[in-house]
């Protein structure tokens, strides 16, 4: 079917010039012809459900659907159609391709339909939170989020929260050290990585800290962790496996136990909160908070809308930051240049162990160039998704009905080598704007060839906080620790499970800097 858009003059037909009406039709006629040679998603290559399955099952790439999209890339294009059963999406890999889809996904777009999340919260009566719905609700509950996450002057007051954390997490890395044999290697970097991320996104949303980096982790806490990663790991079998399935296959009763976890320990923690400001406000005390008694003053959402969305912001916020940060430590424990030229730099800024501030944070380019270039190597997610529903949508020489699936391949686009040379070397100087001598010349970026936490109005609520808590949380360790593998180390590569992670614990060592 050809696509329907057509261009108009602006203005009625009153307005026009005499012979304008003539032209217009011209026009009309030529933009027909025009829309009518573009293309379907049936014209789109791309392998059939058994090649699918095949790469998934037999060559192993169910873990890793991030070099899927490279493979598929390579076959098909920039442009190519996949389907699993009744799920069917189209796959875009080039920065061109992606400005496209973005720039026409309207006014409420939506990353991906989440049914298979929608299902848990319909079974047990919930509201839609932040990910999950969809148009003028969606924009009212992003527009509370907004002010307390992404402007810089709000984030800031979040700082000293952030550095107790740090602070605690450098304590806890002391610990681990003197109980290893050679007093420095610190194991599975990623899971206590996961708690510092855990503990510092939690002390913001809920305002009090839950004790992760603490010998004894509290039980809920234990139980929220773990069942978050049994939600993630089942999420894309319960999704890609049909309804009538679910009361024979085990994974919908996982998920649904999962989720039953993830939103009883938000719940306890919110309610445990709100009773105490109740207190402070009975006894005529002052009940000073940030996010979470913004969220609870403002009446602007339901407490279901919050339970939810406080349990979204919690999935999406640990992993970016634990991931990220474990990927980093283990390139600069891999790559001393780039370990030193980070220290001198932040040693240079804040001389003697002295604590950043956000100030200080700004004057520091190559750590932030760190941190850029590990998402340019592990984005947070492989690829993003846009589920287009306002309006039919126009990429290349192809047109797209409503509600058509785009999956966005940042992965591959970051790994292109037409787009980033060496794109598999670790080389932070190429977000420099005056690179060291002998080093690469500063890259220039194609527009939404890098966008790690999304772009447009969906992108993701918490990039600024998630930035904090990781240049924080390395340039405090930059400056304790030398940062070194562990003897005999492999080389590690990362899985897919919605998020990219090690696919083997990384273990570090951490030698202390001379004071």
Known sequence: MPCLRSLHAAGSGSDLQPGASSVRRNLDLQTTRDTQRLKTIDDLPGPSMSTSLYWMLFKGYSEKSHLMQVLQKN???????TK????????VASSEFIAQVTR???RYPVRVDMSHWKDYLDLRGHDYGLHTSSGPEWYQIRKQLNPKMLMLGEVSAYTSTIQEVVGDMLQRIE?????????????????????????????ILFETRLGCLQEDIPKDTLRFIAAVNTMLKLSDAVLFTPRWSRSILPFWKGF??????LCSVVQKLINKRMAEIEALVRSGEPADGLFLSYMLSSEKLSRSQIYITITELLLGAVDTTSNTLTWTLYHLARDERAQELLFGEVNSVCPNKREPTMDDLSRMPYLRAVI????????????????????????????????????LCHFAVCHDEAVFPNPEEFVPERWLRSPPTGCPARYKLQPYSYVPFGVGV?????????EMEMHFALSRMMQHYNVKPEKGAPIVHPNTRVLMIPEKPINLRFLPRAE
């Open 175 to 203: 610990v681990l050290r003197g109980r290893s044999q050679d007093q420095a290697t610190v194991p599975d970097m990623a899971a206590e990585l996961y708690k510092f991320g855990f503990e510092a996104v939690s002390s």
């Open 372 to 407: 850029k270039e590990t998402l340019r190597l592990y984005p947070v997610v492989p690829g993003n998704a846009r589920y287009v529903t306002e309006n039919e949508v126009t990429v290349g020489d192809y047109c797209f009905p409503k509600k058509t699936q785009f999956h």
């Open 75 to 81: 076959l098909y294009g920039p442009i190519w159609r």
């Open 256 to 261: 649904v136990q999962a989720w039953d976890v």
């Open 458 to 466: 969906r992108a993701c609520v918490g990039k600024r906080v998630a």
């Open 84 to 91: 699993y059963g009744s799920f069917e999406m189209v796959n």
């Open 104 to 106: 026409q996904e309207g």
